[in-house]
């Protein structure tokens, strides 16, 4: 190329015409060119503006719009194939740009009098933000939607909880399910970020330290309609990239997330627990083994995490001990968060579709219920309800498991009244048990009799139903 087809032709920054490896290296197109609607908005309000302070004549303005309301028709009809595409450009911007020169001449080299590209991808990388948050909340909102399904359809199963992995107390289905409806809703929560963060302008804060021309900052923000004041700052909105480190740090949150529903699910889906089993759709086969399904679109979710993981910290670590005020480091910031964005969309999609489809196995999950002792503690708390002192009652219902060990009869309610009692007598605890210890016996009545606000049985599962369908609705 000429050094003449740059529309900056004297700057000095672009040591990149003897060596294309430094010409591509520079570019940063590949991937920011998914910005050019953002561009030529920030664009618009910025022309609007140097209309009205008369920096530019009414004419320029109408030159300005028209070309670039071409461009962006040229794009979104050719996409990659846009002519305008030009590596030695650098960047979506200086592409924009050029090709508006190219249509509107003069008029078009006016547009960029009193900004940079430093406030320009500052303004553009906010914009885009805010539209990739309304696409994310919207498909956690389709997940939680989904599990709220899923808990009206098998929300009664009877099934236990584990911790450590290992069987702990009997819950419902719906318990369960409310856990990543919380999880998610809360990781949901974590994009609205700050005020300040969302709805402040950097545009007019050129490349550093502002302008002498009369721009009114004030004017291009009422243009961009979901901004609502400029940035206090001329250095700091050219300098941070908070906006892109907040936002990765909400996804990476969401996608931490999906990854422990997913894993959670990948052993529910195993032979050995059997506890689900996944649509055909999102199971595959093996190349070896005919009679594989293998949840892979699972372990995709899971796995795609330590890509996610991967961009937060690239993002954090580009931006760790740079001087105040930009430096090209940031460039690569949107490759980062872009990919990241990426993912936890195709995740979020793919986990809405997975929670459509599966089906809770209730006779499987049944089947093994009486293992475990998952009623041992509900035996600790009808002691309670006798009298006697939690600790103490602990020690009572280790024994008697393990005297239902001892005897081989693998379940708590298989004893006897005076079973029990006799326990009870070598801890000083006299004959507390009483027919009624039957009724808090056995996983199914354990689940009703939960009564805390918030448990994992019948009525918190049912409350929590009630509470996000009434809460889906009002929205
Ligand atoms: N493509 C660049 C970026 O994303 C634009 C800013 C370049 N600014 C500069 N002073 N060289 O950061």
């Not at 914009?127 to 939607?145: G, R």
């Not at 908070?242 to 740090?249: E, N, R, S, V």
């Amino acid at each position: 190329m000429t050094s003449s087809s740059k529309p900056w032709e004297h700057a000095k920054a672009s040591g990149s015409e003897e060596d294309p490896l430094a010409a591509r290296f520079v570019a940063s197109l590949d991937y920011d060119k998914r910005l050019y609607k953002h561009d030529i908005r920030g664009s618009k309000a910025h022309a609007a503006m140097l209309e009205k302070v008369g920096l530019i004549t009414p004419e320029d303005l109408s030159a300005i719009n028209a070309g670039l309301d071409e461009i962006e028709q040229e794009i979104n009809e050719q996409g990659e194939a846009w002519p305008g595409w030009k590596v030695e450009l650098e960047d979506v911007h200086m592409c924009v740009e050029a090709a508006l020169i190219e249509k509107a001449g003069d008029a078009g080299r006016k547009l960029h009098t009193g900004r940079s590209r430093n406030d320009q991808v500052a303004l553009d990388l906010k914009l885009w933000t805010d539209e990739a948050i309304a696409v994310v909340l919207k498909k956690i909102d389709e997940v939680i939607t989904s599990f709220i399904d899923l808990a009206d359809q098998y929300g009664d199963i009877v099934m236990p909880s584990y911790t450590h992995l290992q069987r702990a107390q009997p819950i419902v289905v719906g318990g369960e399910v409310f856990a990543w409806v919380n999880a998610l809703a809360r990781s949901a929560q974590r994009f609205y970020m700050t005020h300040e963060h969302r709805l402040s302008n950097p545009l007019g804060s050129g490349a550093i330290a502002g302008s002498s021309l009369p721009i009114d900052r004030a004017m291009t923000t009422e243009w961009l309609d979901d901004l609502t004041f400029p940035t206090a700052n001329a250095i700091d909105a050219t300098a941070s990239r908070d906006i892109a480190l907040d936002f990765a740090y909400a996804l990476t949150m969401t996608s931490m997330w999906l990854s422990r529903w997913a894993e959670q699910w990948i052993i529910y889906a195993t032979t050995e627990f059997g506890f689900i089993t996944l649509a055909d759709t999102y199971t595959t086969g093996s190349s070896m083994m005919p009679q594989k399904q293998n949840p892979d679109m699972l372990e995709l979710v899971r796995g795609k995490t330590g890509q996610v993981y991967g961009s937060l910290i690239a993002l954090l670590t580009m931006c760790k001990g740079l001087t105040v005020g930009y430096n090209r480091d940031l460039q690569e910031d949107k490759r980062h968060l872009f990919a990241a964005y990426d993912a936890v969309c195709d995740c979020l999609d793919m986990a809405a579709g997975i929670v459509r489809t599966t089906t809770f196995n209730e006779a499987r999950i049944k089947a093994g219920l009486d293992k475990g002792y998952l009623d041992a503690t509900s035996l600790a708390e009808y002691l309670v309800t006798k009298g006697v002192p939690f600790r103490t009652a602990h020690q009572i219902v280790g024994r008697v498991v393990g005297l239902c060990e001892e005897r081989g009869v693998g379940m708590l309610k298989k004893l006897a009244v005076a079973d029990f009692n006799a326990v009870c007598n070598e801890y000083n605890a006299g004959d507390a048990v009483g027919e009624d210890v039957y009724d808090w016996l056995g996983p199914e009545n354990v689940v009703k009799r939960y009564q805390s606000a918030g448990n994992a049985g019948v009525s918190g599962f049912e409350a929590q139903l009630k509470a996000w369908k009434e809460r889906l609705e009002s929205d």
